[in-house]
């Protein structure tokens, strides 16, 4: 069963605006990562925030992490066309030598022109 | 760097078959997990691999396996095929695993 809960399911914004996902999961985490998918192909990974981090930034993405809210958000500024996707987050357990991702439902983005 | 291959990219087979897909990770990176990204499911994590053993498994039937050979490939086999199964496989690799994946861009498997 999924682990973290995404919302919104869907938002559609258009260029030049910002995009906030939000993402919740249930257990303690080693770390928590998004990911960016188009149209059902592999997925990228955009950003990694562990478990002792609060904010994280890389590029236009912001990250925030709330572990007593057990809770995650992704930030895209200035957001472009090419940023449409399905947008997951996946928290990382790493229990002693297993490691594994738990995904979330994931957020569809749709940045129009 | 070449990045984490998948193939086939895309199989039709039949209900009852057998399946093989095969994934090569990034040159260096010896975690390879495999997931299974359906509508209804989403994304569900089937097992890794890390120096050909299998660390972690999800919670799959029995006919869901898999091995890593010593130069990291990995394969996974899906035994008696379901309508079911019929989904996107993803393989991710890392060098040790945890940390960032690289995933490749998936295997297409539609059962008929």
Same mark, same amino acid.
Request: glycine share 22%; no cysteine; aromatic share 6%.
């Given at each position: 069963s999924q682990q973290g809960e995404e919302d919104p399911q869907a938002l559609s914004i258009q260029e030049g605006e910002n995009a906030t996902m939000n993402c919740s999961y249930k257990t303690s985490i080693n770390n928590l990562q998004w990911y960016r998918q188009n149209s059902g192909r592999g997925l990228v990974h955009l950003i990694l925030i562990r478990s002792n981090e609060r904010e994280k930034h890389s590029g236009r993405l912001r990250v925030t992490l709330d572990t007593s809210k057990k809770s995650s958000s992704l930030l895209i500024t200035a957001?472009? &066309? &090419?940023?449409t996707a399905s947008y997951f987050c996946a928290t990382a357990l790493n229990t002693g030598t297993a490691s594994k991702l738990t995904f979330g439902t994931g957020t569809r983005l749709q940045v129009t022109l | 760097k070449a990045g984490v291959t998948q193939t086939p990219r895309y199989l039709i087979k039949t209900r009852g078959q057998q399946v093989t897909l095969s994934c090569s990770p990034i040159s260096g990176h010896r975690s390879v997990s495999w997931y299974q990204q359906t509508p209804g499911q989403g994304l569900q994590f089937l097992f890794e691999y890390f120096s050909e053993t299998q660390r972690n498994k999800g919670n799959?039937? #029995?006919r869901f396996s898999g091995r890593q050979f010593s130069n990291s490939r990995s394969e996974m086999n899906v035994s $008696?095929? *379901?309508? !079911?199964?019929?989904a996107l496989y993803l393989c991710a690799s890392s *060098? $040790? !695993? #945890?940390q960032g994946y690289t995933f490749g861009s998936g295997t297409r498997l539609t059962v008929v």
């Open positions: 957001s472009r &066309a &090419a940023d | 799959f039937p #029995g $008696t095929l *379901e309508l !079911g199964d019929s *060098e $040790t !695993g #945890g």
